[in-house]
């Protein structure tokens, strides 16, 4: 498994921009395939975006499209959620989660992380 640490998260008015972190230990990064998930309050968590180990195959979210972009660096072990243009409905704690698999990590993952608040305000 690998363990990872979200951050980033905070409080922002609609239409601004905030970049996600999240920063893996462990295996070796590149082998997993890793995901962003988003739980707003009183719903479940669902996939926002998701990239390959290589970082050739990336998925998002219909909610997202166009506006968020996730990538990852595997010499650094981090992967990041760059989130534009931002809505009173992106409003959630946002997880980190990796998995061997990248069809697998769509549904959820293995690892996860503990979580970073994000707050946008209309």
């Known amino acids: 498994q690998v363990q990872l640490v979200e951050s980033g998260g905070g409080l922002v008015q609609a239409g601004g921009s905030l970049r996600l972190s999240c920063a893996a230990s462990?295996?070796?990064?590149?082998?997993?395939?890793m995901g962003w998930f988003r739980q707003a309050p009183g719903k479940e968590r669902d996939i926002v975006a998701a990239?390959?180990?290589?970082?050739?195959?990336?998925y998002y979210a219909d909610s997202v499209k166009g506006r968020f972009t996730i990538s990852r660096d595997n010499a650094k072990k981090m992967v990041y959620l760059e989130m534009n243009s931002l809505k009173p409905e992106d409003t959630g704690v946002y997880y980190c989660a990796a998995d061997p698999t990248y069809n697998a990590i769509l549904t959820g993952g293995s690892s996860w992380g503990q979580g970073t608040q994000v707050t946008v305000s209309s």
């Open positions: 462990g295996r070796p990064f590149s082998l997993y395939a």
């Open positions: 990239i390959s180990g290589a970082g050739i195959r990336t």
